[in-house]
């Protein structure tokens, strides 16, 4: 049953998230993704509303129930303006990390609300914006780089707040940065039975040149849910 393999799936990572956590300080880390039959995420001109079915957007909610905290980068939250809350399903929501490096987050955003909020962003950033932005309820970890906070500096501290498992949900870059960071455990992909040709990519680039250097992923798990098709694998 495909369903029972992808249930058993997420209790194994359960398991591996507090196993990882001890002996790494990193969060066990799921990549969602919800993305057309070609690859993309989104129009050219950002509409991405909806691309799934309803039914897969109650299965991703599943996943935010399940995991500790939920990780987007500023062009998702500008782009979308999300909540990142459960809400198609019984769980408490994750709390949330977002990266900004320029801590252009608006204080009435709406992921504002609700499970405690922090925001990642870089060296640099004035006393009086980050001010601004703790005021408006939100937790600020200015972290070194070059404009964009290090990922993996990023995790290390979602680990250390006690977060053992985080869902990356975008977008394309932040993708690309956990998987050329090797800082994914597990892919969860939702693909709808549509193409759009031009549009936004749901991982940016990756540096790969040969298809031998591709990412290659294991204990693949297919499941499908009305129209369309959920991957799981690690």
Request: overall charge negative; glycine content about 12%.
């Amino acid at each position: 049953d495909v369903t029972v393999g992808v249930l058993e799936a997420e209790a194994r990572a359960l398991n591996v998230a507090y196993v990882k956590h001890r002996t790494t300080g990193l969060p066990y880390v799921t990549l969602k993704l919800a993305q057309t039959l070609d690859g993309q995420i989104a129009t050219a001109s950002g509409d991405s509303k909806w691309i799934t079915s309803q039914a897969s957007r109650v299965r991703a909610h599943r996943l935010r129930a399940d995991a500790d905290a939920i990780l987007i980068g500023s062009g998702t939250l500008k782009a979308d303006d999300p909540e990142l809350s459960v809400r198609h399903v019984e769980g408490e929501s994750p709390a949330k990390i977002v990266l900004d490096g320029r801590l252009e987050i608006s204080t009435g955003a709406k992921v504002l609300e609700g499970a405690p909020l922090w925001v990642a962003t870089s060296e640099g950033v004035s006393n009086r914006r980050l001010q601004e932005v703790e005021a408006a309820g939100a937790g600020v970890w200015v972290i070194g780089g070059d404009g964009r906070p290090d990922l993996h500096d990023v995790l290390k501290l979602a680990a250390d707040k006690g977060y053992l498992h985080v869902l990356i949900e975008g977008g394309g870059q932040v993708a690309a940065s956990a998987l050329r960071g090797n800082l994914v455990d597990r892919v969860a992909v939702f693909v709808a039975p549509k193409i759009l040709g031009k549009g936004i990519s749901s991982v940016g680039d990756l540096g790969i040149d040969r298809i031998a250097d591709a990412v290659e992923l294991d204990l693949v798990e297919v499941e499908r849910i009305g129209d369309d098709l959920f991957y799981a694998a690690d």
